[in-house]
Each structure stands twice: as C-alpha cells, then as structure tokens.
C-alpha cells in the first residue's frame, strides 16, 4: 500500500519480555517519527530519524527503549525487559524532510501484562 | 510544562451545528509552526493542517476553519454545519525551532456528533 504500514497491530506479551515493533514508511520519505499514546492522551514524542540517523532521541523514556533505521527506510522499535506502563499504542509517521506534514500508520498496540 | 493546551475534553453537538475547539500553545520560538490533526475511530491520525508564526492569516477549507492569534497564543479550529463523520478527535501540536523533529501535541478534544 501507499501508506505508512505498523506490525504488529496488536502485540501482547508479559512483563519482562522483549518486544519489536515494525515501521514501514512511505517510498521516498526520508523522515520517520515514533511516537507513543496512551488512553486518553495525546500521541508524545520518543524519536526522529533523518535518514539512517536519529537526529533527536529526546524522547525516549530510558535506556530499555532503542530504536533503529539501518538503511533508510524501515525502522524497528526495541524494548526491553517490558513493564506494564509501557502498554500503550505506539504510532510511526513519515514525511518529507520539514514539511511538517507527517503522514501516520494505524498504530501497533502493545499491552503488557 | 504542556507547550499545547486543549482545555475542552469532549464536545457533543447535533448534527448541522458549528463547533469550535480551543487550542492554546506556549513557545518563546519566533519562528514555530502549528498543526491540526484529525483522529478518527479508526486511529490513524489525519494531517488537517499546518500554519507557521508568521501567517496570521484565517484559512478556510471547504466546512473547515482557522482562526490564529498570536496576541493570544491560540490557534482554534472551527467545523461549519457538523456532519457526524467529524465525531472523531482532534489534536493540536507544535513545533519549534529547536526541535525541529518533534511535534507537541495537546491532549485532543473528543467530537461527538449525533444525527
């Protein structure tokens, strides 16, 4: 499809567990964005790659949480020994450098319990 | 400290009503840009729109509108004869200059529209 794609949809796993998250962008983006809502919230930042680089990983809550983009293109979430705060849905986007306009997948919902 | 602020949580109208939804943001930036976004059941969120700080011009698009103030640090978004597929919610976000990846968003405002 021609949109941002996110597996999984839904990930469920106990506490402790290490999990991946998958971020397909849009063809030509070079900009990709995670980001991570919880209910009732608005979605808050966690990281922004240029590229293959993070250009700012201000957001990420602490060290059991990493990300990558080997290539430029997809790029995978990791976390880590997992808690139960960590539930929530993590959303990816993609968009061309400055534009502002990021285009978002449907999300992967990770509950831990 | 929440750079956007989106004071209403929920907003019910009647169908064909108008409903405005507040924003307030914070920023010492000069140069920044405003964003809303639209969030349906579904939860993929929809580009609606983007303003930089230096258009202090309202836009319209189609049931859609913008009023922007910088005197007041707002950005309040307007949707004209409500349809019930505007029920969804809303985000407002900000991006400044020093961290120019990341947009702040607001905690949203749930629209519901009922026939």
């Known amino acids: 499809g021609a949109g941002v794609s996110q597996t999984p949809s839904n990930k469920v796993t106990e506490k402790g567990k290490y999990v991946e998250l998958r971020c397909d962008p849009i063809s030509g983006h070079t900009a990709l964005y995670w980001y991570r809502q919880s209910l009732g919230q608005g979605p808050e930042f966690l990281i922004y790659?240029?590229?293959?680089?993070?250009?700012?990983d201000s957001g990420l809550p602490n060290d059991r949480f990493f990300a990558v983009r080997p290539e430029g293109s997809v790029s995978t979430l990791k976390i880590q020994r997992t808690e139960r705060g960590d539930s929530a849905v993590y959303l990816c986007?993609?968009?061309?450098?400055?534009?502002?306009?990021?285009?978002f997948g449907e999300g992967s919902r990770l509950t831990v319990l | 400290a929440q750079k956007v602020t989106q004071a209403q949580t929920e907003i019910s109208v009647v169908e064909k009503e108008d409903v405005t939804l507040d924003c307030v943001y914070e920023?010492?930036?000069?140069?920044?840009?405003l964003f809303w976004y639209k969030q349906p059941p579904s939860g993929e969120l929809v580009f609606l729109i983007r303003r930089n700080s230096f258009d202090e011009q309202n836009e319209i698009s189609g049931r859609y509108s913008w009023n922007f103030q910088k005197s007041t640090s707002s950005f309040n978004f307007t949707i004209t004869a409500s349809q019930v597929v505007d029920s969804a919610v809303y985000f407002c976000?900000?991006?400044?200059?020093?961290?120019?990846?990341?947009?702040?968003f607001g905690a949203g405002t749930q629209v519901v529209v009922t026939p």
């Open positions: 790659f240029q590229g293959t680089g993070a250009a700012d």
């Open positions: 920023t010492r930036d000069t140069t920044y840009y």
């Open positions: 976000a900000l991006r400044e200059t020093d961290s120019w990846g990341k947009l702040q």
């Open positions: 986007a993609s968009s061309q450098p400055n534009t502002g306009e990021l285009f």
